[in-house]
Nanobody, 115 residues
Framework: QVQLVESGGGLVQAGGSLRLSCAVF????????MGWYRQAPGKQRELVAR???????SYADAVKGRFTISRDGAKNTVSLEMSSLKPEDTAVYYC?????????WGQGTQVTVSS
């Protein structure tokens, strides 16, 4: 079974930076995508960034140029480097891994950006 454990969330001022990490445990036969979603209070969960098994990345328009997703295959981790943070980035961020079309989720980590 697959387990995702997130870390790195916290409180940061607008314009600051934060790095989220997600450790992946378990047997993975094929990774379709690894990425990050976020959900703000009263809002639907939205895709922030993802990386395919081949390394292709995609980003939500709202974070393009500010966020960078990366993966460390040897350590089985996926990270999200966030810079130029804005108050509207405030949300619970969830690590996501898709293995043969099956979604696996972390517990979420809170990111709060103050103005």
């Amino acid at each position: 079974q697959v387990q995702l454990v997130e870390s790195g969330g916290g409180l940061v001022q607008a314009g600051g930076s934060l790095r989220l990490s997600c450790a992946v445990f378990g047997s993975i036969f094929r990774i379709d995508y690894m990425g990050w979603y976020r959900q703000a209070p009263g809002k639907q969960r939205e895709l922030v960034a993802r990386m395919s098994g081949a390394g292709t990345t995609s980003y939500a328009d709202a974070v393009k140029g500010r966020f960078t997703i990366s993966r460390d295959g040897a350590k089985n981790t996926v990270s999200l480097e966030m810079s130029s943070l804005k108050p509207e980035d405030t949300a619970v961020y969830y690590c996501n891994l898709v293995d043969w079309g099956v979604d696996h989720w972390g517990q979420g980590t809170q990111v709060t950006v103050s103005s």
